[in-house]
């Protein structure tokens, strides 16, 4: 799946047993452009795809759950984009990998996964809250993080 926008890449990283590539975080003008709110309903909608998607074991079963997951991943992004670190405040240092061990993230659960991010970017692209560039620097950050939470095979 790719967007029809001119410049902007989502090409999926292929994935390498053993390869951790190097994560860059996402321009700071990212979230600056769409603002906190703006993040939080991508994350509403990204978390609202995965609750639909053929992943969605890996998660929690009720929508208000669900939701409040990805209010606390919003806070993850928001942080990780340069804004107020909501996450260290109520959760502590992210500790990515560590927090996702309980849960069988397969290559293949991280293409569902992406796929979900994506279909969740289009309302930024489509009604251009957000430079090409920032949003291609936030998807290269979540294509590289989602290599990192591969914690199994299948």
């Given at each position: 799946?790719?967007?029809?926008?001119?410049?902007?890449?989502?090409?999926?990283?292929?994935?390498?047993?053993?390869?951790?590539?190097?994560?860059?975080k996402p321009?700071p003008?990212?979230?600056?452009?769409?603002?906190?709110?703006?993040?939080?309903?991508?994350?509403?909608?990204?978390?609202?795809?995965?609750?639909?998607?053929?992943?969605?074991?890996?998660?929690?079963?009720?929508?208000?759950?669900?939701?409040?997951?990805?209010?606390?991943?919003?806070?993850?992004?928001?942080?990780?984009?340069?804004?107020?670190?909501y996450?260290?405040?109520?959760?502590?240092?992210?500790?990515?990998?560590?927090?996702?061990?309980?849960?069988?993230?397969?290559?293949?659960?991280?293409?569902?996964?992406?796929?979900?991010?994506?279909?969740?970017?289009?309302?930024?692209?489509?009604?251009k809250?957000?430079?090409?560039?920032?949003?291609?620097?936030?998807?290269?950050?979540?294509?590289?993080?989602?290599?990192?939470?591969i914690?199994?095979?299948?």
């Amino acid at each position: 799946m790719h967007f029809s926008a001119s410049s902007l890449n989502f090409t999926i990283l292929p994935y390498q047993v053993g390869v951790q590539p190097p994560v860059t975080k996402p321009n700071p003008e990212f979230l600056t452009d769409i603002g906190e709110e703006g993040m939080r309903a991508l994350l509403d909608r990204f978390y609202m795809g995965l609750f639909e998607s053929p992943i969605k074991a890996l998660f929690p079963k009720e929508i208000d759950v669900m939701k409040n997951a990805g209010q606390t991943s919003a806070d993850f992004f928001i942080q990780i984009c340069g804004g107020t670190p909501y996450f260290n405040q109520n959760r502590g240092a992210p500790q990515m990998g560590r927090r996702h061990a309980p849960f069988a993230i397969t290559p293949d659960a991280r293409l569902h996964w992406l796929i979900c991010f994506e279909e969740a970017l289009q309302p930024i692209i489509d009604e251009k809250q957000s430079s090409e560039e920032n949003i291609q620097s936030f998807w290269d950050y979540i294509n590289v993080f989602s290599v990192w939470m591969i914690n199994a095979r299948g």
